[in-house]
């Protein structure tokens, strides 16, 4: 698009339906907040200026969007498109754009209008819309659709050349107009001198104190100027969130949305209508994803894996042809390749599993670097380690990192063999090739190739069960 527009985004009301102590759009769907997936989509658009016009929260706001601006500086906060303007009293759609006058008509000549709580919109829809006002040459264009059900929605009254006639509210619709099902999206294209002009004429609502956009529409036709409608294809991607459910539906949408993408690039997802997979999370071809599967954060999965049902990955790199089984839990960790997984296993903080490693039922693994073709298969505990090729790590074995003020490190080279119910006490250091008996606590370096054995010789009492059981008998005899 050759012609130079900006983006006002709506989002200073507070979203009382919604009985949160939270800002409407501070409220997440698909993994993100609804104002950084709106924040997101019109930045895909490529217009020269964002403002996102802030009130209830303002820094919370600001805050949650400050990953996608690379700086803030001067009266606007500009940064890396985006401009916040501060509505300190919610006076209404159009008072908000008066609130940034100064800033907005200075920059733009042209003005896409979207709310910060439409999550669903998607960047082709926006811009095939800013196309459709370009050729219509008017000086606004309202977004439009067929709405199932029209109930409270302003309704679409058309000229007989298909023009905007008006825009009628629920309230003041007669009813012909109430059974008409095009309603008015609340997202506008307006050139920009014609909006302010109109805006300084807009009365203030008799009954809620409040300027509305839709006003700005009639007053235009009133002074000649055309006015069009758009009609999109598409009613789900208006979807507005005024409560909970209305949230609820939304995510699920974005969620399927997500899931339908990688399933067309190659995943098997199981039972998709399941799975809670992140926007940013990816995923490599042949792999399968089992019912029930949560993908979170930046997870990254390579091709030809297998991740277990409900197995929850969140900010994790698994590499090719890993698998994952039922029920493990993966933060922050790298799996190589060919490794395995589970089932029941937790992984976290900084945890590295290398190449066709295996990692069993009940370990957990915190914050250690696990080499290639290890072995930990069963209730096991490994945190602070460094443990290196080819080591086998029996179950029930344990590294007591924490001495009740600081943590300290395990280190366990290629080759050693640690036996079942091993306390590795530390700083603990056993060499390579080394064996560690069962049932030892070991406190002391381990030297390569040497076997380590540190439990309590066993005594053996001949007798002393039946001398015991004797006894109990006889002192029940003497109670009775």
Known sequence: MSEAFGVAILAAGQGTRLKSKRAKVLHAAGGRTLIEQVVRTVQALGGEEIFVVVGHQAEAVRKALAPLSAASSGKGLRGHGLRFIHQKEQKGTGHALLCGRQEIEASVPLLLVVCGDTPLIRAETLREFLGFHRQSGAAATVLTVDMPDPAGYGRIVRLADGNLAAIVEQKSATPEQLAIPEINTGIYCFETRPLFGALERVAADGITGEYYLTDVIALLREAGQKVAAYKMADASEVLG???????????????????????????????????????????????????????????????????????????????????????????????????????????????????????????????????????????????????????????????????GEKKHPTIIEDHVFIGSGTELVAPARVGKGAYVGAGSTITEEVPPDALAIARARQASKAGWAAARRKIKAEGKKKSE
């Open 241 to 403: 969130i005024n409560n909970r459910v209305e949230l609820a539906a939304a995510d699920a949408l974005l969620r399927d949305r997500k899931a339908r993408a990688l399933m067309l690039a190659g995943v098997t997802i199981v039972r998709p209508e399941t799975v809670l997979i992140d926007p940013d999370v990816e995923v490599g071809p042949d792999t399968i994803i089992e019912l029930g599967v949560s993908l979170l954060g930046k997870t990254c999965v390579g091709e030809g894996c297998r991740i277990g049902a409900f197995s929850v990955v969140a900010d994790s790199e698994i590499a090719a042809g890993v698998t994952v089984k039922q029920s493990c839990m993966v933060s922050e960790s790298k799996i190589g390749p060919g490794a395995s997984i589970g089932p029941f296993a937790r992984l976290r903080m900084g945890a590295e599993i290398g190449p066709n490693a295996s990692i069993g039922n009940f370990v957990e693994v915190k914050k250690s670097r696990i080499g290639r073709g290890t072995k930990a298969n069963h209730l096991t505990y490994l945190g602070d380690a460094t443990i290196g090729e080819g080591v086998n790590i029996g179950a029930g074995t344990i590294t007591c990192n924490y001495d």
